[in-house]
């Protein structure tokens, strides 16, 4: 009866009841904090209004403008060289068992070292220009695509295999028709991690040498005891993440008509 009712909802009414809990703890929330700040009256440099907030963001848009373009290109380029490098590893450890054993416990390794260290190494070797923010980016987005590809590729039903090998279907046309579709979920779970961290990534890079950047812009704001226009740059960072997040989940929308469709037959019969 409920999966009935729900499916008979209109869109706009699916996405309140999915989303409006949500909407309505942060607006409570941002309630509560302003109402705090007006009856304790704290100051604005220790912990402005929300809606001073938003003010000061408006006010500094035209100061906000370039620092976003930049941090934009450095996520961008840096996401688009984890993705390719990450698929292309995945790949190799799905083919060989050797490299898998070789290579696997390395990437376990490699998310052990804080990326916070070896940024500065990287102005060191790469200077201040976009190169080693790329590279901060790439090491951060890297890890989930690899894994969530290459446990996706072997997350295909065997039995499947089986079947298509007794038909007398090829390595490749498996590998194509098959073991490709069933890693898809997996891969996009990678890329969803990835692209939510890939901003935070760019952001180090900034800290530890840029001359451009929400990174940049944010150190001076706080040297210059400006914790509105540092609040404002937490707003944006949050908004651009939830954007790039948002464009992903489309992506595997669109990708992925089928595997939708099926989770939610799971979970009507599940309710």
């Known amino acids: 009866m409920k999966a009935g009712a729900a499916a008979k909802r ?5 996405a309140i009841a999915e989303y409006g809990p949500a909407v309505l703890l942060v607006a409570l929330a941002f309630a509560a904090w302003e109402i705090a700040t007006r009856v304790w009256r704290i100051q604005a440099w220790l912990l402005p209004a929300p809606s001073a907030i938003a003010r000061a963001a408006v006010d500094a848009r035209h100061l906000l403008g370039p ?7 450095e996520t961008l380029v840096g996401f688009a060289v984890a993705l390719a490098s ?3 590893l995945a790949l190799l450890i799905d083919v060989s ?8 416990p390395l990437l376990v390794v490699s998310q052990t070292i804080p990326i916070i260290a070896i940024a500065p190494l ?9 190169l080693p923010k790329v590279v901060v980016v790439g090491l951060v ?5 690899v894994v969530g590809t290459a446990d996706g590729l072997r997350s295909t039903d065997p039995d499947l295999i089986a079947l298509l090998q007794s038909m007398g279907a090829t390595r490749r046309q498996i590998f194509l028709k098959v073991r490709v579709p069933a890693s898809l979920p997996g891969m996009f779970t990678g890329i969803k991690v990835a692209i939510t961290y890939s901003v935070v990534g760019a952001i180090i890079g ?8 929400l990174g940049v812009f944010m150190l001076r704001a706080s040297n210059s ?4 226009w540092v609040f404002a740059t937490i707003g944006v960072v949050s908004a651009l993440s939830l954007a790039l997040f948002l464009a992903v989940v489309a992506a595997e929308r669109l990708a992925l008509p089928w595997f939708y469709t099926r989770a939610r037959e799971e979970r009507w019969e599940e309710m």
């Open 10 to 14: 209109p869109p706009l009414g699916q």
């Open 67 to 73: 620092h976003l373009a930049q941090t934009v290109a």
């Open 86 to 88: 990450g698929l292309m």
């Open 97 to 104: 068992a050797t490299l898998r054993r070789a290579l696997y």
């Open 122 to 130: 990287l102005v060191i070797w790469f200077g201040y220009g976009l």
């Open 141 to 145: 987005c890297f890890f989930p695509i």
């Open 206 to 213: 900034e800290w530890v040498g840029a001359s451009r950047g």
């Open 225 to 228: 005891f400006r914790t509105d």
